[in-house]
């Protein structure tokens, strides 16, 4: 993990200096510097960009491997170790679901010897789902679970739920796929990676475990819960659901679908306001990526209901992450986030 440069860079200093020099935008001061700030937060994550992408790209006699998210990427890391380069794709706040190819990206895809996507329709930006789907060097995460696990797959209506990292044991499952693809490529890394891939599956059973504990620790009438949109599905499932609960998908709700695009109807509106009224709901979570202001109309149209809704500060990662955290530090940062929220409802 990069080391995060709690330095504002030179030029958002320039241009700080420049505006509160002036009286006539002295008013504008509190506002370039709350977002220098947070420039200089995501200039930590990506200072030494150029140079490790550069470093990606060049001979260096590893395996060059690609993967389209950070979720992906953190276990072909981990299962991977020194054997190999690994590059994510689509990096930061990017929308997985609708993010299309962009210069460089193409050199990208050509450069790698191996790459993995989520698939079964995340990636389903033209360009990018054209460009991987075709390739025979491409290996689909998604596709795995439905060959060996196709009754652990959600859907929603007709369409395959894509958002199975959320469930870590069947994140899991899917970076079997993983070690056999980087074997297949490497057999002469066959027993690095097998014990790579024990300690990775270790930790991964045990944060699954943790989640499960902790969230399983809330009174079942408040464990229920609304986000930005269909993410959470899985997530509800392994870590809210009770024994053999049969209605385990009511514990969850979302004004916008599978791929969000912040486009709401009164119908939608009205539903996720029903269901804040029967579970005594109180609290909307946002999600980092997805723009609040579908959870700020439900929140006005709840208090002009005559019920107060408030939306968690704390932003949850489920598309996009944080690029300081791991992919189960994620997990467990979603969960511990949740818990402490419903818990004060």
Request: charged share 25%; proline share 3%; glycine share 6%.
């Amino acid at each position: 993990m990069m080391k995060k440069n709690h330095l504002v860079p030179e030029l958002f200093l320039r241009m700080l200096n420049r505006v509160c020099s002036r009286k006539r935008l002295i008013i504008l001061c509190p506002i370039v510097i709350i977002s220098s700030l947070i420039l200089a937060g995501s200039f930590g994550c990506s200072s030494n960009h150029n140079q490790a992408l550069r470093d990606w790209m060049n001979d260096n006699g590893k395996i060059k491997v690609l993967s389209t998210t950070r979720q992906i990427n953190d276990l072909v890391s981990e299962i991977g170790g020194p054997r190999i380069d690994s590059w994510t794709l689509i990096q930061g706040a990017l929308d997985p679901h609708s993010y299309e190819m962009v210069k460089g990206d193409g050199e990208k895809i050509d450069r790698a010897d191996i790459i993995f996507y989520n698939g079964l329709g995340l990636e389903h930006g033209a360009s990018l789902s054209a460009s991987i789907v075709s390739s025979n060097r491409a290996f689909s995460m998604g596709e795995w679970i439905q060959i060996y696990h196709p009754d652990q797959l959600l859907y929603i209506g007709q369409a395959i739920d894509p958002h199975i990292w959320m469930d870590i044991s069947l994140w899991r499952q899917a970076s079997i796929g993983i070690l056999d693809r980087l074997i297949q490529f490497d057999p002469d890394g066959a027993e690095e990676y097998r014990e790579r891939a024990n300690v990775l599956w270790a930790r991964m059973d045990r944060v699954h475990e943790e989640i499960r504990e902790l969230l399983l620790g809330i009174a079942s009438e408040r464990r229920y819960f609304v986000t930005s949109h269909d993410a959470f599905q899985y997530f509800t499932r392994a870590y809210l659901k009770e024994g053999n609960e049969q209605n385990w998908a009511d514990r969850f709700a979302a004004p916008e679908g599978l791929a969000p695009d912040g486009q709401l109807s009164p119908v939608d509106i009205q539903r996720i306001l029903d269901f804040l009224q029967l579970h005594r709901v109180s609290v909307l979570f946002a999600e980092s990526n997805v723009s609040r202001d579908s959870l700020s109309k439900i929140a006005i149209s709840a208090r002009e209901w005559g019920f107060q809704v408030k939306i968690c500060d704390e932003p949850l990662y489920a598309d996009a992450m944080d690029c300081r955290l791991h992919y189960l530090e994620m997990m467990s940062h979603n969960a511990r986030t949740i818990a402490k929220n419903l818990e004060m409802q």
